[in-house]
T-cell receptor, first 116, second 111 residues
């Protein structure tokens, strides 16, 4: 158990719909990262938040957005869903840079999104 | 971040040492080598990382060549639970914190 929780575990929805994925980081971790894993693209970084502020952006579509709340949990919003958005979505958290030697990321169990 | 090259798949007999190679010939001086693994469709799991010295922890050992252009992850006594995709990632310790995953090596432990 990494200490990172994600809900829901599975989500099935239709094209054109909007969904929200939720992530609670490990206690004390200020950084939250979102990754998408699809069969054809592999594991790809989407976006990072640090203590409520967007810190880095990767291959995130404009239809997707995220935020990190004052209690440090994060939500990833996916809208106008397409078949190609079907994937595993992972959240990871880490301690602030400089506070640990490793700064490794701890991943949650993921949310499997199926768009029909 | 520097690019890494790993063999797509490897087999190893249960109880033997699994040696997973990684090439990172364009690594720069401030970049570390990280290893993560992903068991089935679970979230990736951190294994170990290093800069230039060999490193060992309770999970594995990491051997980095003197020129730092390649490394080997060693699982000393592989078990069936070590069957997973192993990712070698190169990135700076500070600064750009995202992880750039390649295609990894699918390690299968044979009973």
């Amino acid at each position: 158990d990494s200490g990172v929780t994600q809900t829901p575990k599975h989500l099935i929805t239709a094209t054109g719909q909007r969904v929200t994925l939720r992530c609670s980081p490990r206690s004390g971790d200020l950084s939250v990262y979102w990754y998408q894993q699809s069969l054809d693209q592999g594991l790809q970084f989407l976006i990072q938040y640090y203590n409520g502020e967007e810190r880095a952006k990767g291959n995130i579509l404009e239809r997707f957005s995220a935020q990190q709340f004052p209690d440090l949990h994060s939500e990833l919003n996916l809208s106008s869903l397409e078949l190609g958005d079907s994937a595993l979505y992972f959240c990871a958290s880490s301690s602030p840079s400089g506070t640990t030697i490793y700064n490794e990321q701890f991943f949650g169990p993921g949310t499997r999104l199926t768009v029909l | 971040d520097a690019k890494t090259t790993q063999p797509p798949s490897m087999d190893c007999a249960e109880g033997r040492a699994a040696n997973l190679p990684c090439n990172h010939s364009t690594i720069s001086g401030n970049e570390y080598v990280y290893w993560y693994r992903q068991i089935h469709s679970q979230g990736p799991q951190y294994i170990i990382h290093g800069l230039k010295n060999n490193e060992t922890n309770e999970m594995a050992s990491l051997i980095i060549t003197e020129d730092r252009k390649s490394s080997t992850l060693i699982l000393p006594h592989a078990t069936l639970r070590d069957t997973a995709v192993y990712y070698c990632i190169v990135r700076a310790l500070f600064g750009n914190e995202k992880l750039t995953f390649g295609t990894g090596t699918r390690l299968t432990i044979i009973p």
